[in-house]
């Protein structure tokens, strides 16, 4: 039985680390913003390949919404970007990129909240999550 335990917690240990592990795309790419793409949020930059020749890229960001004026990672479809504004992407530095926001609050007022984009990193010129 404790083996189970052990186990289980292991694999939610290494689930948990790679859904959190730094972003590493920013170190290979430039050009990076906010776009929508057939209405889903979506991160683009131009990334370079193995070779030194660039690509652009786009992913679509998955999970994101906005709980009562604050940025939320969940899953499923990006939702924030229907009640959210002024959306920008910032790389911060060579581990940390922000995806930035004004929210609407449930009393329909503005709050300004960020969250941390995580495990988006560069395949070859193509953004990968």
Known sequence: ???????????????????????????????????????????????LRADGSSNPSTLILQGIGNQNGTLVQGTGASTFQKSCG??????????????????RTSGGSSHATSLQLNGIGNNNGSLTQ
Request: proline share 0%.
């Open 1 to 47: 039985m404790s083996k189970r335990i052990l186990c289980a917690a292991f694999l939610l240990a290494v689930v948990a680390s790679t859904a959190f592990a730094a972003s590493s795309f920013q170190n290979t790419c430039s050009g990076i913003t906010f776009a929508y793409v057939n209405n889903q949020a979506a991160l683009q930059a131009v990334c």
């Open 86 to 103: 002024d959306i920008q992407i910032t790389a911060k530095d060579s581990s940390q990129v922000v995806l930035s926001a004004l929210c």
